[in-house]
């Protein structure tokens, strides 16, 4: 049994900064790469950064230099650090764990999502 729990996601005005969590926890054995993805009004799901187990880290190009992804794997959490916050940034985002279990093989676990929006 799994659970990806994001939080963080608040109102911040243009320009402003946010930093989002995921923790993920239950009978967990190993993870590997996490992630987050967001999910504007009427837009389809979109990557926004992975990092793998060794730390190797990807970003979407309209986040590149503003957004950065970490982790805490004693913690089993995923952060992602956003500066710089554009309008164009506001949606809901999800977390994402490529993990294994003690009875299941390495496969992606989503959360549910936290909102983020930004307005002045």
């Known amino acids: 049994h799994v659970q990806l729990v994001a939080s963080g996601g608040v109102l911040v005005q243009p320009g402003g900064s946010l930093r989002l969590s995921c923790a993920a926890s239950g009978s967990i054995l190993i993870i590997n790469a996490m992630g987050w993805y967001r999910q504007a009004p009427g837009k389809d799901r979109e990557l926004v950064a992975t990092?793998?187990?060794?730390?190797?880290?990807n970003y979407a190009d309209s986040v590149k230099g503003r957004f950065t992804i970490s982790r805490d794997n004693a913690k089993n959490t995923v952060y992602l650090q956003m500066n710089s916050l554009k309008s164009e940034d506001a949606a809901v985002y999800y977390c994402?764990?490529?993990?294994?279990?003690?009875?299941?093989?390495?496969?992606?676990?989503w959360g549910k999502g936290t909102l983020v929006t930004v307005s002045s």
């Open positions: 994402n764990a490529d993990l294994s279990t003690f009875f299941k093989r390495s496969m992606p676990y």
């Open positions: 990092i793998t187990s060794g730390g190797s880290t």
